[in-house]
């Protein structure tokens, strides 16, 4: 019998633990490499398998939530992350928090224990030549392994930091106080625009500058010399400075007045689905509260939903629309697969999810099956669809959340029950994915006692 190839993955966070994990359900050997504690990274405390190094929060658990949902279609797919949660679960009402360590030294023992996982303790510096390879070593990545993978990409496509504006869903913005428009007239009319009188601006200015900033991590510190700056930082030098920047309005006749209003924000479509758009420039690093408070004053935005808040981070991440496939393999290196936060999936139980779908492909590879892409109408299929689709020349890493699935065929009455259709159209999608192409599933115990 022909001895069935070895694939490499490379680090045991968690997507790198996910991956390894779902190879070897497989029957594919891996070999895992993780540089801890060998090598540190400014995060990581300890030498343990998918540490979370901050929340010990998987935020929430129910199907009212679509990362609820994430965590319920990993469930059903044998999640090695998933399990060890659920089995070292705290009192944490409606989220799922776990024991840290419970949670990351069972998940270090199962693939320690593992008869098809080899575990090696070293930094890998370059990409390895050969070979099925998952790279999966997260927002810290060692610097030498990221310039190799820089020099893979090209630098234009490799960034060392998150500076994203907070993206509202349009279905909660007031389309009565917004308008479409590009400056001039020029190109078609891509924007939507939020007007603000003199009075308007001023409260909000004021809001603004006074608001509460989550505070900056030592090796974070860097993010403001590379260049990007927070628009609250911006504002507080001198009330003018927005106005020639982000909030400049001029080209933006109002139509429903026909005059230039005082200061306007500007509103980008964020997803091909046109259900997401994000606020331009408005890279921030207040608090969320405070950004759903002081952004609230900005008309139009009254009402809206956050699918993501701003963020400022250091974040290792690839420009995914322009490099990936919705399998996770790297167009032109399909060999190559990338798992977890540096593909721009952001959370611990995104990256996990990125990591199951990374190492079932790279499984299949060697087996030499076809890569699956999976449904959008799954939540675990969404996230791949969408980075793998958003504007390349504007790419910021994204949360699970249910306006990156397609809509619902009929209107409904609230959110709620939108969001009810949307959660049991995906578990049912991933059921009839699994059957047809033979991923191994677990039924939840009442759906097998159903008549149908
Ligand atoms: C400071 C910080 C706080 C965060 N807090 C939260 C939070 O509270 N909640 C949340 O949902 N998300 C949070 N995130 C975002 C993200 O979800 C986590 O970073 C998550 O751990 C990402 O999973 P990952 O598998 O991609 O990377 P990681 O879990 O970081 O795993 C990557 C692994 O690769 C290893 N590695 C790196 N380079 C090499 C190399 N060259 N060779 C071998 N091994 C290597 C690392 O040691 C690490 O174990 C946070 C991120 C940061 C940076």
Redesign the pocket.
């Known amino acids: 019998m022909t001895e069935i190839a070895k694939v490499t993955v ?7 633990s996910e991956a390894a994990w779902q190879i070897a359900s497989q029957g594919v050997p891996v070999r895992l ?4 504690p060998v ?1 540190k ?1 400014p ?2 405390h300890t030498d343990q ?7 010990n ?3 929430a658990n129910g199907l009212a939530n679509a990362v609820g949902v994430l965590k319920e279609e990993m469930r059903r797919l044998n999640s090695l992350v998933l399990g060890a949660a659920d089995r070292n679960a705290v009192p944490a009402g409606g989220a799922l928090a776990v024991d840290r360590d419970g949670f990351s030294g069972e998940i270090t023992a199962t693939l320690h224990n593992h008869p098809l996982v080899e575990v090696i303790n ?4 370059h990409i390895p030549e050969e070979g099925i390879v998952v790279i ?7 610097p ?2 990221s310039n190799d993978i820089k020099t893979l990409l090209g630098e234009e496509y490799f960034y060392f930091y998150d500076a994203a504006a907070p993206i509202v869903e349009k279905d909660t913005i007031d389309m009565s106080k917004v308008y479409l428009a590009s400056r001039y007239d020029k190109g078609e009319a891509a924007y939507l625009n939020c007007p603000m009188t003199e009075a308007e601006f001023d409260v909000f200015y004021d809001a603004l500058i006074a608001a509460e900033t989550a505070e900056l ?1 030592d090796f974070e510190k860097e993010i403001y010399f590379e260049g990007c700056m927070p628009i609250e930082i911006m504002m507080r030098r001198g009330k003018q400075t927005a106005l020639f920047g982000p909030m400049k309005p001029v080209g933006l006749v109002n139509p429903h007045t026909g005059k230039l209003p005082y200061a306007v924000v500007q509103l980008r479509q964020d997803n091909a689905a046109g259900t997401l758009y994000n606020l331009v420039g408005f890279q921030t690093h207040l608090k969320w509260g405070e950004q759903k408070r002081v952004f609230s004053l900005i008309p139009g935005l009254e009402q809206a939903d956050y699918v993501r808040y701003g963020v400022m ?3 290792t991440f690839i420009n995914s629309p322009k490099l990936l496939h919705p399998t996770y393999q790297m167009k032109g290196h399909e060999r190559l697969f990338f ?4 593909t721009g999936v ?7 999810a990125s ?1 199951l779908i990374a190492g079932i492909n790279a499984a299949r590879a060697v087996l030499g099956q076809e890569g699956l892409v999976f449904p959008e109408d799954t939540v675990l299929g969404s996230m791949p669809a969408y980075i793998t689709s958003a504007d390349p020349d504007h790419f910021q890493p994204m949360n699970a959340n249910f306006g990156l699935l397609p809509k619902p065929e009929k209107r409904m009455r609230s959110k709620r029950e939108k969001n009810e259709l949307l959660a049991l159209r995906a578990l049912d999608s991933l059921a009839g994915f699994a059957a047809q192409t033979g991923l191994a599933y677990t039924a939840p115990e009442d759906e097998e006692q159903s008549p149908s």
Do not use: D, W
């Not at 490499?33 to 801890?36: I, P, W």
């Not at 952001?346 to 996990?352: D, K, L, T």
């Open positions: 490379i680090g045991a966070g968690l997507a790198g490499y993780e540089m801890r090598v990274t995060a990581h398998f998918a540490e979370l190094v901050c929340s929060s998987l935020r070293e930094e890998l510096t999966a070593t997260g927002p810290l990545t060692s030498a392994l991590k981070h250091r974040n798992a977890g936060q540096m952001e959370g611990y139980v995104e990256s996990a990591g």
